[in-house]
């Protein structure tokens, strides 16, 4: 692995780091905007904090490898063997679960896979409303 690739995560944890530091000066805030967090700085610190976190993800997206994947060109001959049937490859399955809020909307490659991230987006709703009924109850 090149070091270059750990260049973008290095920034974003130094500007985690001040950003929090700028927090605990008074120069920098961290607020929740619907389920968003946000910074808000007020001064240097918390700027150059801001700063670092932008330029963290931006270093870690060019840092990505872009590659496309080979073709290989084979030029027509003469009458070709009898052909094999190729070995099956097993297909890959994906599916992920994103939440909008407290809702959570499912995709997958197929239906096993769909279903299988339903379970989980309905699994990982549940305890989030645990999770908040135990923190207001709690509260209380």
Known sequence: MRPIRLLGPALFVAGIAVV???IARGEAS???VLVFPVVQAT???GALGV???VAGFVASFFALPFRAEPVAVVPPTGPSPPAQAPAATPSRRWGGVVFLGPIPIVFGSDARMTRTMLLLGIVLFLA???????????AI
């Open 20 to 22: 929090a530091v700028a």
């Open 128 to 138: 989030l409303l645990a999770l908040t009924l135990i923190v207001v109850f709690l």
């Open 30 to 32: 961290l607020l929740i």
């Open 43 to 45: 001064g240097g610190l």
């Open 51 to 53: 700063l670092l976190l």
